[in-house]
């Protein structure tokens, strides 16, 4: 069974600039969660998904946002893209929710320059 | 206030020799607890998840404990090689609230020969 898959695995944008990172889950799971990790912050939860719906959200300004499709694939983008937005973007994916075991994507490195 | 608080930040030890791991959370109300191993560069893996019922769990030289009454929880590594080096981390999901996940910053160990 192949593991979560992430794509791109590397980009560079820049500041104003925007950008969409992909996310496709084990098959068969509904859940998939996006997190973002940063050696000053750790591991941060940006949001998680059930089912096309918006389970929970992270502190995180509106400029992030997800979404996730009627195939449990997900999606999420980032506007006006700051510096401070440079980070390894995590996802996983699970069976449903709360008690269900994760997996993770290796992950997105985004640079913001 | 909810806090994750992981010690000790970092650790390094002798192969073949046991340490543990230690995670405080002031999370409430809590829901479960999770230990992950996260290599360097690639995305975490989950050890174990514990939930209010369970005191220990162990997964084959990973065992972790948890304390519900003081808030604690322990990840004890048995006999370590030299692939346990990495960063451990602990995550607390609550029962309630859209952002329900806290997330500690972790303690990267460092197994020598």
């Known amino acids: 069974k192949a593991g979560v898959t992430q794509t791109p695995r590397y980009l560079i944008k820049t500041r104003g600039q925007q950008v969409t990172l992909s996310c496709s889950p084990i098959s068969g799971h509904r859940s998939v969660s996006w997190y973002q990790q940063t050696p000053g912050q750790g591991l941060q939860f940006l949001f998680e998904y059930f089912s096309e719906t918006q389970r929970n959200k992270g502190n995180f300004p509106g400029r992030f946002s997800g979404r996730q499709f009627s195939n449990s694939r997900s999606e999420m983008n980032v506007s006006t893209l700051e510096l401070g937005d440079s980070a390894l973007y995590l996802c996983?994916?699970?069976?449903?929710?709360?008690?269900?075991?994760?997996?993770f994507g290796p992950g997105t490195r985004l640079l913001v320059l | 206030k909810n806090q994750v608080e992981q010690s000790p930040q970092s650790l390094i030890i002798l192969e073949g020799k046991n340490c543990t791991l230690q995670?405080?959370?002031?999370?409430?109300?809590?829901?479960?607890l999770r230990w992950y191993k996260q290599d360097t560069g690639r995305g975490p893996v989950s050890l174990t998840i514990?939930?209010?019922?369970?005191n220990t769990k162990s997964n084959g030289r990973y065992t972790a404990t948890l304390d519900a009454d003081t808030k604690q929880s322990s990840l004890h590594i048995t006999a370590s090689q030299l692939s346990d080096s990495a960063s451990y981390i602990c995550v607390v999901r609550t029962q309630t609230g859209a952002n329900n996940l806290f997330f500690g910053t972790g303690t990267r160990l460092t197994v020598i020969p």
């Open positions: 995670c405080n959370y002031t999370v409430s109300p809590f829901s479960n």
């Open positions: 514990m939930t209010f019922s369970e």
């Open positions: 996983a994916s699970s069976w449903g929710v709360a008690q269900e075991t994760q997996y």
